[in-house]
C-alpha cells in the first residue's frame, strides 16, 4: 500500500515486477492498474503465482520465466513503464535495464531486506548517476 501512495499507481499504470515469488506483489498492483509483467527465474515460483492470481480472479499479468539480471525485461518496451517493483538479491545489475522500460517521471522501488544489499544499490546508483543523470532521488524506508 505503501509503494501505491507514493508512487500515484493508478488504473491506467503498467507496472513490471522482477522477482514475483508467490505472486503477493504482482497481484496486489494488478487489482489498481492496468498490466503487471513479472518475471522470475524459478518454474515454480511462475506456476504459484500463476495459480494465485488465478484464484484471485486476476487477468492483468503475463507471466515471465527469465533471469532478469541476465537477460533483461525481454518483451518490455522502451519507455512502456510506470513502476519498476524489485524484489532481488543483486537489484543493482537491473539498474540500466529498469531505467530502459521506465517512463520520464517513472518510479523504481526496491524491496530490499538487508542494510548491506541498500549500501551496494547506493553505490551502483552513485556510479550509474555518474556517467549521465538517469534516476533523479534515492530515498530508504
Same mark, same amino acid.
Given at each position: 500500500g @505503501?509503494?501505491a501512495? #507514493? !508512487?500515484?499507481?493508478?488504473?491506467?499504470?503498467v &507496472?513490471?515486477?522482477? %522477482? !514475483?515469488?508467490?505472486? %503477493?506483489?504482482?497481484?496486489?498492483f494488478?487489482?489498481?492498474?492496468?498490466?503487471?509483467? !513479472?518475471? #522470475?527465474l524459478?518454474?515454480?515460483h511462475?506456476?504459484i503465482s =500463476?495459480?494465485?492470481?488465478? $484464484?484471485l480472479? &486476476?487477468?492483468n499479468?503475463?507471466?515471465?520465466?527469465?533471469?532478469?539480471? =541476465?537477460?533483461?525485461?525481454?518483451?518490455?518496451?522502451?519507455?512502456?513503464?510506470?513502476l519498476?517493483?524489485?524484489d532481488? *538479491?543483486?537489484p543493482? *545489475?537491473?539498474? =540500466?535495464?529498469?531505467?530502459r522500460?521506465? =517512463? @520520464? %517521471?517513472? $518510479?523504481?522501488?526496491?524491496?530490499?531486506?538487508?542494510i !548491506?544489499?541498500? &549500501?551496494? *544499490? @547506493?553505490?551502483?546508483?552513485? &556510479?550509474?548517476?555518474?556517467?549521465?543523470?538517469?534516476?533523479?532521488? $534515492?530515498?530508504?524506508?
Amino acid at each position: 500500500g @505503501r509503494i501505491a501512495a #507514493d !508512487t500515484g499507481v493508478a488504473k491506467e499504470s503498467v &507496472i513490471l515486477d522482477a %522477482g !514475483t515469488g508467490s505472486g %503477493g506483489a504482482c497481484c496486489y498492483f494488478a487489482h489498481l492498474c492496468k498490466h503487471v509483467h !513479472t518475471f #522470475d527465474l524459478e518454474v515454480e515460483h511462475i506456476e504459484i503465482s =500463476k495459480e494465485n492470481a488465478k $484464484f484471485l480472479g &486476476i487477468e492483468n499479468i503475463s507471466f515471465n520465466k527469465i533471469d532478469v539480471c =541476465k537477460e533483461g525485461f525481454k518483451g518490455v518496451v522502451d519507455n512502456g513503464v510506470d513502476l519498476v517493483f524489485l524484489d532481488l *538479491l543483486d537489484p543493482w *545489475l537491473c539498474l =540500466k535495464e529498469s531505467h530502459r522500460v521506465l =517512463k @520520464r %517521471g517513472g $518510479f523504481l522501488v526496491f524491496y530490499n531486506t538487508q542494510i !548491506t544489499q541498500v &549500501i551496494s *544499490l @547506493r553505490k551502483e546508483f552513485d &556510479i550509474l548517476n555518474s556517467e549521465k543523470d538517469h534516476f533523479v532521488d $534515492f530515498k530508504t524506508l
